[in-house]
C-alpha cells in the first residue's frame, strides 16, 4: 500500500490527511500553477492586507498564526474572487486540510 499520512502538528487539532501516489498524480497534472489560476501582484497584495488584520487562523480553537489566504466559496464554484467577505486567513494546516476535502468532491 502506498499511502502517505501528514500529521501537522501546528494546531491542537490533529489531521490525518491520506494521499495515495495515485491521487497525487492525478491532482498535480489536473491543477494549473497558482499564477495561471489567477493568484498575481494584486493578490498577493490583498493577501498581505487580510493576513495583517486577522494575524491567527479563523478556525475555531486555532491559535496558530495565520499564513494563507482561503476562498471560503472557491472561485471555481462561484465564490468572488475580490470580495472581502469570500476570504478568510488560515493556517497553513487548515487550508491545506479544507483545499483537499474540496477536490476530493
Not at 38 to 57: A, D, F, S, T, W
Request: charged share 25%; glycine share 6%; with cysteine.
Amino acid at each position: 500500500m502506498d499511502r502517505a499520512f501528514t500529521i501537522s502538528f501546528g494546531c491542537a487539532a490533529i489531521t490525518l490527511m491520506p494521499y495515495s501516489a495515485g491521487f497525487i498524480k492525478r491532482t498535480k497534472n489536473i491543477r494549473p500553477s497558482a499564477r495561471k489560476r489567477g493568484y498575481n501582484y494584486q493578490h498577493e497584495q490583498l493577501r498581505k492586507m487580510v493576513l495583517n488584520m486577522k494575524p491567527i487562523c479563523e478556525v475555531p480553537g486555532c491559535m496558530e498564526r495565520s499564513t494563507d489566504l482561503d476562498h471560503i466559496i472557491p472561485i471555481s464554484k462561484g465564490g468572488a474572487r475580490w470580495a472581502l467577505t469570500n476570504l478568510q486567513a488560515l493556517c497553513h494546516m487548515h487550508h491545506s486540510s479544507k483545499t483537499w476535502r474540496e477536490m476530493r468532491g
